[in-house]
């Protein structure tokens, strides 16, 4: 199971959609809780979202996907098929839709967001610091309160033991009397502190620096196959025609990108699409296709290392994980253009 990213702790529909949808296939969920959750993603998506396909302008493609959303319900899989029919029009179910901390249903949101944090439960306080600032204002009664409840609400369905004691922990720990802006936790002032570089920005947590093609871990000398050549020329000249690097960039810096090297700053690929098309290519390396080593939280610190913007500004973190855009054939063309490596 590709595990989620523990520094990103909005409240986004899409990254909850993929955690649950990937532990129902992995059987550790059940039908009746990815129903629920599969109304209500629906729900947000045809209030918010935006459709990929029009019946009155696309009938023919239109009515392809509907055979196929028909038979995946007969199949006993519309789940896996990745989109749904509304009012004559269909929908993707992976949209970045962030959940207002004012809407009604927002602590089953919150919940779902908080029990991915099983795997990483050493960043359930930045969570929660997040939440009370950002959510509710530094309101921390009516924070602790609100979070008391979400847990004994969905303690049986959603949470494990280790998350619930370690939400708890932090309410232990906390006092309206000892937090300050630096220290928004309440905990001690020891507690580690997330290392930064010089430019008071996080340092990474792995010992990768580059992505890192699984193939190479395999075989160091993969990338000096006839195949290899072939198949990562093809690439870079489809990434340079359909506009998402620039056409200057050289084989061997692109090649570097997959060879945990240390790259110089001057030798970082040229990106010229959208922020939102860097966020698609880079996940769809790391989580759909999996032809790279997973890096975990520092998927965009890496992604910063290896590529920069057309005007020579450095991306940024939050700019990377937060990117929006809906031009979802360009992340279909990546897609197919990174299925030949």
């Known amino acids: 199971m590709i595990p989620p ?6 409240i986004d529909v899409a990254d909850i959609w993929e955690y649950e949808t990937q532990k129902y296939f992995n059987g550790n969920s059940d039908w009746a809780h990815i129903e ?25 493609l239109y009515d392809e996907r509907c055979r196929r959303l028909v038979s995946a319900y007969e199949t006993g899989n519309p789940i896996a098929i990745g989109f749904f029919e509304r009012h004559d029009k269909l929908y993707m179910h992976q949209q970045n839709i962030l959940i207002d901390p004012k809407s009604r249903d927002f602590e089953y949101w919150f919940a779902l967001k908080l029990r991915q944090y099983e795997f990483s439960i050493m960043d359930i306080d930045d969570f929660l610091i ?17 979070t008391k409840i979400v847990c004994r609400q969905y303690n049986e369905n959603l949470f494990t033991n280790k998350v619930v004691e370690t939400v ?19 905990h001690s002032s020891e507690k580690k502190k997330t290392k930064l570089n010089s430019k008071g920005e996080r340092k990474h947590k792995g010992e990768l620096r580059t992505l890192l093609l699984k193939a190479i871990q395999e075989d ?3 990338m000096k196959a006839t195949d290899t050549i072939v198949s990562f020329s093809n690439v870079l000249s ?17 090649k570097a990108i997959f060879k ?20 698609w290519f880079v996940k769809e390396l790391v989580y759909e296709t999996q032809k790279v080593v997973v890096i975990k ?31 979802l054939k360009r992340k279909e063309l990546i897609g197919n253009i990174l299925a030949q490596l």
Do not use: M
Request: net charge negative.
């Open 5 to 10: 990213s523990f520094t990103y702790f909005e």
């Open 36 to 60: 629920k959750l599969k109304q209500r993603v629906e729900k947000n998506i045809i209030e918010k979202g935006v459709f990929s396909i029009d019946r009155e302008r696309q009938p023919e």
């Open 130 to 146: 997040h939440h009370l600032k950002n959510s509710f204002n530094e309101q921390r009664e009516e924070f602790h309160k609100f």
């Open 168 to 186: 708890n922990d932090f309410f232990d720990h906390y006092s309206p009397n000892n937090i300050d802006n630096n220290n928004l936790s309440g």
């Open 220 to 222: 160091p000398e993969y």
């Open 238 to 254: 489809a990434l340079k025609k359909s506009q998402f690097i620039h056409n200057d960039t050289s084989s061997d810096n692109f």
């Open 260 to 279: 945990n090297e240390n790259i110089d700053p001057s030798n970082r690929i040229v990106w010229i699409g959208s922020v939102k098309e860097l966020q």
């Open 297 to 327: 939280n520092d998927i965009w610190l890496i992604t910063i290392d290896c590529f920069v913007s057309k005007d020579g500004t450095e991306f940024t973190e939050l700019q990377l994980r937060n990117a929006s855009g809906k031009r």
